[in-house]
């Protein structure tokens, strides 16, 4: 059975997708990431990640509201009806 996950965008990344929230089916972080990069091109993908593959470090990407970064990464297994959230840093003063 495929697993379905919700991915919530902001800033940059839904201006470029033209949405704020998609479904999509995937089992691992790694595996959303791929599917958003895929499915908006290369436009979506210059935001996402840096010159080497790596998601942007101004890019905060929560599982269920828990900073990637504190779970296991890129490698952070997903169940069914997870919530992904990518929320671009805002700067300025």
């Known amino acids: 059975m495929a697993l379905s996950v919700t991915v919530s965008l902001s800033g940059a990344l839904a201006s470029v997708a033209g949405v704020t929230t998609i479904q999509l089916e995937a089992e691992s972080l790694s595996e959303v990431l791929a599917g958003l990069s895929s499915r908006y091109g290369g436009a979506f993908s210059e935001k996402l990640y840096d010159a080497n593959g790596k998601p942007r470090r101004f ?6 509201g828990r900073d990637y970064r504190f779970l296991k990464k890129l490698d952070t297994k ?4 997870d919530e ?3 929320i671009p840093a805002v700067s300025g003063g």
């Open 59 to 64: 890019i905060n990407i929560y599982v269920n």
């Open 78 to 81: 997903l169940a069914n009806k």
């Open 84 to 86: 992904v959230s990518l």
